[in-house]
């Protein structure tokens, strides 16, 4: 007994009732999903007291189970050492459903008041079973003058 992805991928946020007897063994407490962050300084967009970065992210589901992506949170510090922490649902508008392989990519912006600053935080995904799973975002750097002066991954 299972739900059907068509089940899955129209009830967001939801377990579809699948009985999850015979399946705990397939539920990983941390899956394989792996995020990477590549950051651009807007200076077009910045002023003495704001500076505008956007950040690219990519999501790469390695695990063996499909996930919809449901929350986010991150955790911003300037460098004065301000911090200032963001959730909520989703992402820029969607919870998108990961397959075994499938991969999401959005962008999205930050500003800072004193640069450098560092930005980390995770993910929340659920499965079809409605279990719950979080997918660490490696801390990564706000730098409006990188090594190079060019955009670079970061994690």
């Given amino acids: 007994m299972g739900c059907s992805p068509a089940e899955f991928t129209s009830r967001p946020g939801r377990s579809c009732g699948a009985r999850r007897l ?40 390695h695990a063996d189970l499909t996930y919809r992506l449901t929350r986010r949170f991150w955790r911003v510090t300037d460098g004065r050492g301000a911090v200032t922490e963001v959730e ?24 800072i008041e004193v640069p450098p600053g560092i930005m980390s935080g995770h993910y929340e995904f659920q499965d079809a079973w409605g279990e719950r799973v979080r997918a660490p975002i490696p801390e990564f750097r ?14």
Avoid: C
């Fill in 22 to 61: 015979g399946y705990a063994a397939r539920v990983q407490p941390q899956p394989d999903i792996r995020v990477t962050v590549r950051t651009l300084h807007l200076p077009q967009h910045s002023r003495p007291d704001r500076t505008v970065f956007a950040y690219f992210v990519r999501i790469e589901n």
């Fill in 88 to 111: 909520g649902e989703g992402v820029v508008g969607e919870m998108p459903l990961l397959a075994p392989g499938g991969v999401f990519e959005y962008d999205s912006f930050v500003t």
């Fill in 142 to 155: 706000l730098d409006p003058n990188p090594e190079g002066g060019e955009p670079r991954l970061l994690n």
